[in-house]
């Protein structure tokens, strides 16, 4: 089975630098995930990382370390419309079918 | 960017009646799910749909629950004896099926069981 580890909430200043981590334990492994999910809306995709280490886009980077079972999402010069939920997913394959199993989510406040 | 579209955005029904809400996935997608989210809980796989079967579902998804593609574009989730504890947001997904099984997700549909 998946098992995804988030915290709960996070605070920060506009302008900062916030890092939120997500440790995961899955029985096979294709890859991560990471949505931003604003109140009341459908998750967007932000990033998705299969290999180890980090994926620059702009003002957002997704880290992985496999052999931690170990990713943190990073959000650069922050901005108040940053503040959402970021959720962390995995896929879980089974049956030949993909689907993805989601963490709890982060709620990140950004403050001014 | 193509979008998955979901109708209605709000549903309010009394307890024991029969809800449908509907999906029209990405065009050229083959792979159609439906995710529940109860207001302050997470995002919870309910069923997964392939070539016009269920190929998933969790145990969420019990007998008063069903899916259908009634034609080439629409995707269905039938709730056929609401309980309170359906109140939630539900979310239609889908994905190309290439192997990079990004969710395309639609906005959603409040449900609100009375």
């Known amino acids: ?4 580890d988030q915290p709960t909430e996070m605070t920060a200043t506009e302008g900062a630098i916030v890092q939120i981590n997500c440790t995961y334990q899955t029985s096979g492994f294709n890859g991560l995930f990471w949505y931003q999910q604003h109140a009341g809306e459908a998750p967007t995709f932000l990033s998705y990382n299969v290999l180890d280490g980090l994926e620059e886009k ?3 980077s997704s880290f992985l370390s496999r052999s931690k079972g170990y990713s943190y999402l990073l959000l650069k010069e922050l901005q108040m419309k940053d503040s959402a939920s970021y959720l962390c997913a995995v896929p879980s394959f089974s049956g030949g079918y993909n689907k993805l199993i989601f963490g ?4 990140l406040a950004v403050h001014p | 960017e193509p979008e998955v579209t979901q ?3 709000h549903q309010v029904t009394q307890m024991g009646q029969e809800v449908i809400l509907r999906c029209v996935p990405i065009s050229n997608h083959l ?3 439906w995710y529940r989210q109860i207001l302050g809980q997470k995002v919870e796989f309910l069923v997964s749909f392939y070539n016009n079967e269920i190929s998933e579902k969790s145990e969420i998804f019990d007998d008063q629950f069903s899916v259908e593609r009634p034609d080439g574009s629409n995707f269905t989730l039938k ?3 609401t309980k309170l504890e359906d109140s939630a947001m539900y979310f239609c997904a889908s994905t190309s099926g290439d192997g990079y099984e990004k969710l395309f997700f639609g906005s959603g549909t409040q449900l609100s069981v009375l």
């Open chain 1, 58 to 60: 702009g003002r957002f």
């Open chain 2, 7 to 9: 109708t209605p955005s």
């Open chain 1, 104 to 107: 709890a989510g982060t709620r």
């Open chain 2, 79 to 81: 709730i056929r004896s």
């Open chain 1, 1 to 4: 089975g998946q098992n995804i």
């Open chain 2, 31 to 33: 792979y159609f799910y």
